[in-house]
């Protein structure tokens, strides 16, 4: 199993920039693959990227270009750099994990999951 915890959430002005941590512990963090998901109020949870175990990722077209995934194994931590925020990017931030390597941009494919973050971008 694994625990993930996120943070780096806060309040941010569109086109400004923030970065979100999310942190494992538990076993064999490389061995998973790592994604994003955003759920505004009233909205169904969305993905915004992934990582595989070998550092290859994929993003959600909405994010495509201004966020960049990364992890450190090292550190067993993924990382969400996110730039020319916008306030439709307002939402609780979650990070999961999965071991399986496909449909990663479905929930439903993640097994464990983090508490989440707020980012709250203003106009």
């Known amino acids: 199993q694994v625990q993930l915890v996120e943070s780096g959430g806060g309040l941010v002005q569109a086109g400004g920039s923030l970065r979100l941590s999310c942190t494992a512990s538990?076993?064999?963090?490389?061995?998973?693959?790592l994604g994003w998901f955003r759920q505004a109020p009233g909205k169904e949870r969305d993905f915004v990227a992934a990582?595989?175990?070998?550092?290859?990722?994929t993003y959600a077209d909405s994010v495509k270009d201004r966020f960049t995934i990364s992890r450190d194994n090292a550190k067993s931590t993924v990382y969400l750099e996110m730039n020319s925020l916008k306030p439709e990017d307002t939402a609780v931030y979650y990070c999961?994990?999965?071991?399986?390597?496909?449909?990663?941009?479905?929930?439903?494919?993640?097994?464990?999951w983090g508490q989440g973050t707020q980012l709250t971008v203003s106009s």
């Open positions: 990582i595989g175990r070998s550092g290859g990722t």
């Open positions: 999961a994990a999965t071991g399986l390597p496909y449909e990663l941009a479905y929930s439903r494919t993640y097994d464990y």
């Open positions: 538990g076993r064999a963090f490389s061995s998973y693959i």
